[in-house]
């Protein structure tokens, strides 16, 4: 009999449901795909639901349900924090209190509440949940393993080794110190919303000048030659007040934090170049440190620092690994996948077999994308007759083409300049659009970017696209020739790719530097001459890969403009209905479902697009 685990992770942000199957992930979803509320963190009940119906079970069929920390270890974190900051804490302690005395306390309760059934439930913990995630699902044997987050329980990093189907920890750094916090506490201090503007401040940063980042080690980061810190506590708020950070950052910092949604100053571009400066550096004496304590030629990335894939790509380029592998669900959704793969493994003491093909254990040629994640296409598809019904009773014309011409077709409306919404497959797990539930145009337009900014995505203009490219080709346009699926590494692009600047064009500051082609693909380029890489595998996407392999030959250009389905404040579209409706809501011009395309300029006159505006014109 097929024994299957429901992993959750729920109540902080990002909630997500897994489930796997005799250590197969069968499916895995964020909670919000389902409820469009963004980052939804209640219960995942909408996302255990779809897992169950993809594997054609109930909760009776379950051998248990799996949560991803232990609430009790997180409050008594609260209680020594709040307690121990009195009376200023009490506040903060009062407000939190209602909301774990009624539910957080009582997760077996809620599971079961939730679930219907009264199913077994165990727990893992926080950044073991998060290692089993990097570990468990990648293309390795054995592998050094690196987790970084804001806190879970009382750790906010850990480093340790995996090895066959077992996990061991080697060095943790306990809260307050975090390394995750202080990159959130920048993000609220450049004008960004706390646990979920992490990747604008990351964005930002290349157009500043690290001008703060002595500053920053001198007085707010004491950090060590192995990579361990402590925080200067005096500069932050989030131990025992509702704030971030403290009135003395702004004295450290020429000025109080920047207020949301007002205008961006050198000043802040300045500060997130700083910010991520002293992040890298942090992030690479950890990995030295982890690679000389383990000997590993391997490493594991999972927690939300993880997905700062600046950061990642100078750990593969400068740092002593032989191969990297990021889990693509990196933050605390990816904790459901972790905890359900490490109950399966070390609870119930399954064996752990890896593809002696992909595994890169010691070949550093293998094949990274043939991992455990199936390309992280791990939520729900619609097959054609689905969306055929759907645009039927929708009244919206549709071209229904044969897969082998849609490539090409959709490949010539590309080249045309035109922004397509890509609706293929099954929904991506994470935070990135790999080709399932992506918007696409042509990296070649030195206008698509500021087009898709304000047109499409309706989001702020100095924000970066990411290249997908052919996997075979990755190295004659980027400083990298290795696998990147999940969109998780930056490199640069190739020296003879790119533009050179005139005198005057080095001259500009800020946001006018986003005015300068780059190179051969201004719209995927950075003004630091970077790219976030997506590669693409014919046996990972072959739909994705064979629209790629159409543009390349018509066009020369093996790489195609990516990025999320969605608009800015709503998550990635889930089903055909979410594709339409917000290919409608903005100035995108095809619209791809399965085989279907859609032409804006023949769809009936759509009525919401004003109230929608205002209801997402905010994060």
Same mark, same amino acid.
């Given at each position: 009999?097929?024994?299957?685990?429901?992993?959750?992770?729920?109540?902080?942000?990002?909630?997500?449901?897994?489930?796997?199957?005799?250590?197969?992930?069968?499916?895995?979803?964020?909670?919000?795909?389902?409820?469009?509320?963004?980052?939804?963190?209640?219960?995942?009940?909408?996302?255990?639901?779809?897992?169950?119906?993809?594997?054609?079970?109930?909760? !009776?069929?379950?051998?248990?349900?799996?949560?991803?920390?232990?609430?009790?270890?997180?409050?008594?974190?609260?209680? @020594?924090?709040?307690?121990?900051?009195?009376?200023?804490?009490?506040?903060?302690?009062?407000?939190?209190?209602?909301?774990?005395?009624?539910?957080?306390?009582?997760?077996?309760?809620?599971?079961?509440? @939730?679930?219907?059934?009264?199913?077994?439930?165990?727990?893992?913990?926080?950044?073991?949940?998060?290692?089993?995630?990097?570990?468990?699902?990648?293309?390795?044997?054995?592998?050094?393993?690196?987790?970084?987050?804001?806190?879970?329980?009382?750790?906010?990093?850990?480093?340790?080794?995996?090895?066959?189907?077992?996990?061991? $920890?080697?060095?943790?750094?306990?809260?307050?110190?975090?390394?995750?916090?202080?990159?959130?506490?920048?993000?609220?201090?450049?004008?960004?919303?706390?646990?979920?503007?992490?990747?604008?401040?990351?964005?930002?940063?290349?157009?500043?000048?690290?001008?703060?980042?002595?500053?920053?080690?001198?007085?707010?980061? !004491?950090?060590?030659?192995?990579?361990?810190?402590?925080?200067?506590?005096?500069?932050?708020?989030?131990?025992?007040?509702?704030?971030?950070?403290?009135?003395?950052?702004?004295?450290?910092?020429?000025?109080?934090?920047?207020? #949301? @949604?007002? #205008?961006?100053?050198?000043?802040?571009?300045?500060?997130?170049?700083?910010?991520?400066?002293?992040?890298?550096?942090?992030?690479?004496?950890? +990995?030295?440190?982890?690679?000389?304590?383990?000997?590993?030629?391997?490493?594991?990335?999972?927690?939300?620092?993880?997905?700062?894939?600046?950061?990642?790509?100078?750990?593969?380029?400068?740092?002593?690994?032989?191969?990297?592998?990021?889990?693509?669900?990196?933050?605390? +959704?990816?904790? !459901?996948?972790?905890?359900?793969?490490?109950?399966?493994?070390?609870?119930?003491?399954?064996?752990?077999?890896?593809?002696?093909?992909?595994?890169?254990?010691?070949?550093?040629?293998?094949? &990274?994308? $043939?991992?455990?994640?199936?390309?992280?296409?791990?939520?729900?598809?619609?097959?054609?007759?689905?969306?055929?019904?759907?645009?039927?009773?929708?009244? !919206?014309?549709?071209?229904?083409?044969?897969?082998?011409?849609?490539?090409?077709?959709?490949?010539?409306?590309?080249?045309?300049?035109?922004?397509?919404?890509?609706?293929?497959?099954?929904?991506?797990?994470?935070?990135?659009?790999?080709?399932?539930?992506?918007?696409?145009?042509?990296?070649?337009?030195?206008?698509?970017?500021?087009?898709?900014?304000? %047109?499409?995505?309706?989001?702020?203009?100095?924000?970066?696209?990411?290249?997908?490219?052919?996997?075979?080709?990755?190295?004659?346009?980027?400083?990298?020739?290795?696998?990147?699926?999940?969109?998780?590494?930056?490199?640069?692009?190739?020296?003879?790719?790119?533009?050179?600047?005139?005198?005057?064009?080095?001259?500009?500051?800020?946001?006018? %530097?986003?005015?300068?082609?780059?190179?051969?693909?201004?719209?995927?380029?950075?003004?630091?001459?970077?790219?976030?890489?997506?590669?693409?595998?014919?046996?990972?996407?072959?739909?994705?890969?064979?629209?790629?392999?159409?543009?390349?030959?018509? $066009?020369?250009?093996?790489?195609?403009?990516?990025?999320?389905?969605?608009?800015?404040?709503?998550?990635?579209?889930?089903?055909?209905?979410?594709?339409?409706?917000?290919?409608?809501?903005?100035?995108?011009?095809?619209?791809? &479902?399965?085989?279907?395309?859609?032409?804006?300029?023949?769809?009936?006159?759509?009525? @919401?697009?004003?109230?929608?505006?205002?209801?997402?014109?905010?994060?």
């Amino acid at each position: 009999m097929p024994r299957y685990i429901l992993g959750i992770s729920a109540y902080y942000h990002d909630s997500a449901a897994c489930l796997i199957c005799d250590g197969h992930i069968v499916a895995a979803a964020q909670e919000e795909r389902f409820s469009r509320r963004k980052h939804d963190a209640r219960f995942p009940t909408l996302a255990s639901k779809y897992c169950l119906q993809e594997a054609g079970i109930g909760v !009776a069929d379950l051998e248990c349900v799996a949560f991803y920390d232990k609430p009790l270890l997180t409050f008594e974190r609260l209680l @020594e924090t709040h307690l121990g900051t009195a009376p200023k804490g009490l506040r903060l302690y009062w407000k939190s209190m209602s909301v774990w005395l009624n539910q957080k306390l009582w997760i077996p309760q809620e599971v079961r509440r @939730e679930l219907e059934y009264d199913v077994q439930v165990v727990f893992g913990e926080h950044h073991e949940s998060h290692a089993a995630s990097a570990f468990y699902p990648s293309p390795f044997s054995e592998a050094a393993i690196l987790t970084t987050d804001g806190v879970g329980e009382w750790t906010t990093t850990s480093y340790g080794y995996g090895r066959g189907n077992q996990l061991h $920890t080697l060095a943790e750094i306990k809260f307050p110190h975090s390394l995750g916090l202080l990159y959130t506490a920048f993000t609220y201090f450049t004008g960004f919303k706390p646990n979920s503007g992490e990747y604008k401040l990351m964005g930002l940063a290349p157009y500043g000048e690290p001008k703060y980042s002595a500053r920053i080690l001198e007085e707010v980061v !004491a950090l060590a030659e192995d990579g361990s810190f402590r925080l200067n506590l005096s500069y932050f708020d989030y131990v025992a007040g509702l704030k971030m950070t403290s009135s003395a950052m702004d004295a450290l910092f020429d000025g109080p934090a920047r207020k #949301p @949604e007002s #205008p961006l100053t050198q000043r802040e571009m300045d500060i997130a170049a700083s910010c991520q400066k002293v992040t890298e550096e942090i992030l690479l004496r950890m +990995a030295r440190t982890v690679h000389r304590e383990t000997g590993l030629k391997n490493l594991c990335l999972a927690g939300g620092v993880a997905l700062n894939c600046v950061g990642n790509g100078r750990i593969l380029r400068e740092g002593p690994f032989d191969n990297l592998w990021i889990q693509p669900a990196a933050g605390d +959704a990816g904790g !459901a996948v972790g905890v359900a793969l490490a109950v399966w493994y070390r609870h119930f003491e399954q064996p752990r077999v890896v593809d002696s093909a992909g595994d890169a254990t010691d070949n550093p040629t293998a094949d &990274l994308s $043939t991992d455990a994640m199936s390309g992280s296409y791990l939520g729900p598809a619609f097959a054609d007759d689905e969306i055929e019904a759907f645009l039927q009773g929708q009244g !919206a014309p549709a071209i229904l083409l044969g897969a082998e011409d849609l490539p090409a077709r959709v490949a010539a409306i590309l080249a045309d300049e035109k922004v397509v919404g890509w609706f293929q497959g099954r929904m991506e797990f994470g935070p990135r659009a790999l080709g399932g539930r992506s918007i696409l145009g042509d990296p070649r337009s030195a206008a698509m970017q500021e087009q898709m900014n304000l %047109k499409i995505k309706y989001r702020e203009s100095f924000r970066p696209f990411a290249p997908s490219i052919l996997r075979e080709h990755v190295a004659d346009w980027f400083e990298m020739d290795c696998d990147s699926p999940y969109m998780l590494l930056v490199a640069p692009v190739k020296q003879e790719r790119q533009i050179q600047m005139t005198t005057a064009q080095q001259a500009l500051f800020g946001i006018d %530097k986003l005015k300068v082609p780059r190179s051969e693909i201004p719209a995927v380029t950075h003004v630091d001459y970077s790219a976030r890489v997506q590669t693409v595998r014919r046996e990972v996407n072959a739909p994705y890969y064979d629209l790629l392999t159409a543009f390349h030959s018509l $066009t020369g250009c093996p790489i195609l403009v990516n990025t999320s389905f969605n608009v800015r404040g709503e998550p990635i579209v889930c089903t055909p209905e979410d594709g339409y409706r917000c290919f409608m809501r903005t100035e995108m011009d095809f619209l791809v &479902l399965g085989n279907y395309l859609l032409d804006k300029r023949d769809q009936p006159r759509w009525q @919401e697009e004003a109230s929608w505006q205002q209801e997402f014109e905010l994060d």
